[in-house]
């Protein structure tokens, strides 16, 4: 956003119930702009949740791309936007676990949700992208650099999205900016979703509050790719995988 | 050597098939058109069983695993299969990139995991990913398939370690362009059939890297080249890939 919180700006943040997601949400509502948040929960009275009057939360399964995709399209037809600014694709899942042990639907699961998701949701916006020259936001992960034996699937899924927005980058120059941010291991609730006992490594890992922050300041610059990371939190990561630490 | 081709019926994994069956080696070769395959000049030395899998369904995947179940294991996997949709990205229906991600990252995943720790692989034995030399380039044009390949290679590099204590060695293949039909189709009009390796060559270096030791191989002096370039200066690498491939694209080829 070249001339800053000029116009509320419309912003979808996906993945917002929680972690990283939420806090970007609440904190693009602050500045007054128009925020469409969704995420796999059902959440009865979205004003309660977020405690911004001009968040819209809508219910979008990302395991069901297809679907995802329309009903967020069909939302934003609703509240009349003809233009979206600013696109932040946040919503991941992952599984931990060797890779041989892999369950088939969890592959399956990760795929979906983190990568042909964000796929079918970037084919339903480029219009409203385009329109706006908007800014579209994918979420990576620092893991991709060097790998994690347990984190196979969702790390070639972070992989895949640095590769699209790698190409897609180029592809849409001129027209909308395409950028993807890399946080390092936060302390978000994922890691236990994902079945991972992180126990006291988790106190190495950054504030989900600093990195949303990061993500924000990444975002106002709009280069191609940024990592956010405490080199420590990095290195503690390598800990956390220890076997015993599963759930 | 018992070695397992997916995508065997044409392309690079044909003349895998070829080149270890002139090698004297036994080939399971999957496919889902079986039918070039039965016509295999019989001058090999080795043998070959033909296999359907349609690696756009699970259920088939499923089934060839099965019929893997109380044979002997594998000595060398190469999971080669994969499709391409090339074009302006919001050109391309979702279901051509909903059939690109299955086919080029979740077979080659769902293979892998059920292959290895299941005494379906031999000790000591290597699985071996195609991935692409996008990899390093970036390829505007074709961002999903890109994508894929991105993943699959991220997806190499993670499983290293555990499926090492398998006893299973991971090597990651980064082919540049190769002259087959696929890439004909997917190539820009004009582009220069004679500066694509032919797969008889890359078949064979890749066989020889899958000998040695190494976890990644880009075969050629110019996909070697192309990757220091592609790590050195990937800006401009990939601006240099748009102006070669995404603005002389006609439409989208899915």
């Not at chain 2, 044409?10 to 090698?23: I, K, V, Y």
Request: charged share 20%; aromatic share 8%; glycine share 8%.
């Amino acid at each position: 956003m070249a001339e800053k919180d000029a116009r509320p700006h419309t912003v979808l943040v996906t993945g917002a119930t929680d972690g990283i997601g939420l806090l970007l949400a609440r904190a693009y509502a602050k500045r007054s702009h128009h925020v469409l948040a969704t995420g796999r929960r059902g959440i009865a009275n979205d004003e309660e949740f977020f405690k911004f009057p001009n968040i819209t939360y809508v219910t979008a399964d990302q395991s069901d791309p297809r679907h995802a995709a329309s009903t967020i399209l069909a939302i934003m037809q609703d509240m009349g936007w003809e233009k979206l600014d600013l696109a932040i694709l946040n919503g991941a899942t992952a599984w931990t676990g060797p890779p041989y042990d892999e369950p088939i639907n969890t592959i399956g699961d990760q795929l979906k949700v983190n990568l042909t998701s964000p796929i079918h949701l970037i084919l339903a916006l480029t219009p409203m992208l385009h329109a706006a020259q908007g800014r579209l936001v994918m979420i990576g992960s620092t893991s991709i650099n060097k790998g994690h034996g347990q984190f196979a699937t969702y790390v070639a899924t972070k992989a895949a999205l640095n590769g699209l927005s790698r190409s897609l980058r180029e592809e849409w120059r001129g027209k909308a900016n395409v950028m993807i941010i890399h946080p390092g291991p936060t302390r978000t609730r994922m890691h236990a979703k994902a079945g991972l006992n992180l126990r006291f490594v988790r106190l190495f890992f950054m504030s989900p509050k600093k990195v949303a922050r990061a993500i924000q300041v990444a975002i106002r610059r709009g280069n191609e790719g940024r990592k956010i990371i405490t080199r420590f939190g990095c290195f503690m990561a390598r800990f956390s995988w220890a076997g015993k630490g599963q759930l | 050597m018992r070695v397992l081709i997916t995508g065997a019926a044409s392309g690079l994994g044909r003349a895998l098939t070829e080149e270890l069956l002139r090698q004297g080696h036994q080939v399971v070769a999957a496919d889902r058109e079986t039918d070039s395959l039965e016509n295999m000049p019989m001058a090999h030395r080795g043998s070959c069983t033909i296999r359907f899998v349609d690696l756009e369904s699970a259920d088939s995947i499923q089934r060839l695993l099965a019929s893997f179940q109380g044979q002997q294991p594998f000595d060398q996997v190469f999971l080669n299969a994969g499709i391409s949709a090339t074009g302006k990205f919001e050109e391309i229906p979702a279901a051509a990139y909903e059939k690109l991600i299955a086919v080029n990252l979740f077979a080659p995943i769902y293979l892998a995991s059920r292959l290895v720790g299941k005494e379906l692989m031999a000790r000591n034995s290597r699985i071996v990913f195609i991935s692409s030399l996008s990899h390093a380039m970036g390829y505007p044009g074709a961002s999903v398939y890109a994508a894929t390949k991105d993943g699959l290679a991220a997806y190499a590099r993670c499983v290293d370690k555990p499926f090492r204590k398998e006893r299973v060695r991971v090597l990651t293949v980064f082919p540049g362009p190769i002259n087959t039909a696929h890439a004909k189709r997917h190539a820009p009009e004009g582009s220069k059939a004679s500066k694509r390796m032919a797969p008889q060559k890359m078949a064979k270096l890749i066989l020889r890297a899958a000998k040695g030791k190494s976890k990644t191989y880009y075969p050629g002096s110019k996909a070697y080249f192309g990757a220091l370039f592609g790590k050195m200066m990937p800006g401009l690498a990939t601006r240099l890939m748009r102006r070669g491939i995404y603005d002389k694209l006609k439409g989208p080829v899915y």
